[in-house]
């Protein structure tokens, strides 16, 4: 008689908790129309095991959808125009153009297409880049497989994602040793302009131009101007 009142694990009913997770994924699957609702990714990484990784990552859900799937920043503009992704995910580290050049020329061109960018670089100024270039979301490329998904969710639904660990780097930042003149300068140097080409657009002898890239290189701790470019945008002081 003491067994009538109980329920076998069979017969309990789910948590309000998981239910609501049941619901979601129905919803995220089906949508409102009884199709299902996909979210379509193009995906730039030039490592092809890497590309492989992620792409079998993604389509272990049921409502994402690799559709494209490139080596090169020079290739995702034009495949997202043919595509039509939803989201793009772009490694930071990409030959032709780099992730962040390529994610802000797509938010100029298509601005309906989101961008999630995946970087092994935890530098503060790394996470500043992104923020100018119009990011939509930021991940650590050591981040939980789970929380990839979530993140191409979230930036589809309009939201902005940034790796706990790259938001609290940015907060403790150092602010910029370099006067506006001397950022402007080395920006134009990243450019490839050489000291002569600077000095008549400045309005400025070469002389003067060659100080200040010396100063900069001195104040930045720099082998040379090079270095100088490439210390100043991981610190996020060189867009």
């Known amino acids: 008689m003491s067994g009538l009142g109980t ?3 069979v017969d309990e009913a789910p948590t309000a908790g998981a239910a609501q997770d049941l619901v979601q994924k129905k919803f995220r699957k089906w949508g409102n129309g009884g199709r299902a609702t996909m979210i379509r990714i193009l995906l730039a990484e030039d490592m ?39 989201v793009a995910i772009i490694d930071i580290d990409l030959p032709g153009l780099d992730g962040l050049s390529a994610a802000e020329l797509l938010h100029e061109r298509l601005p309906e297409c989101r961008t999630l960018i995946l970087t092994s670089l935890g530098r503060p100024g790394t996470l500043r880049r992104a923020m100018a270039a119009h990011v939509s979301g930021f991940l650590l490329k050591d981040a939980p497989p789970s929380d990839l998904a979530q993140a191409v969710r979230r930036v589809v639904a309009g939201q902005r994602v940034i790796d706990p660990q790259l938001a609290l780097a940015a907060w403790g930042g150092s602010e910029s040793p370099l006067t506006i003149r001397e950022t402007e300068v080395l920006r134009m140097a990243s450019q490839g302009s050489e000291p002569q080409e600077m000095a008549a657009q400045l309005h400025l002898s070469v002389g003067t131009v060659r ?8 104040k930045l701790n720099a082998r040379n101007r090079v270095d100088a470019i490439r210390i100043a945008r991981e610190s996020g002081w060189l867009m």
């Open 211 to 218: 100080n200040y890239l010396t100063t900069v290189v001195t």
């Open 7 to 9: 329920r076998t694990p």
């Open 48 to 86: 092809h095991m890497v590309r492989g990784a992620l792409v079998a990552l993604l389509e272990l859900e049921d409502d994402l959808k690799v559709v494209l799937e490139v080596e090169r920043g020079d290739q995702i503009l034009g495949g997202a125009r043919e595509h039509r992704p939803d």
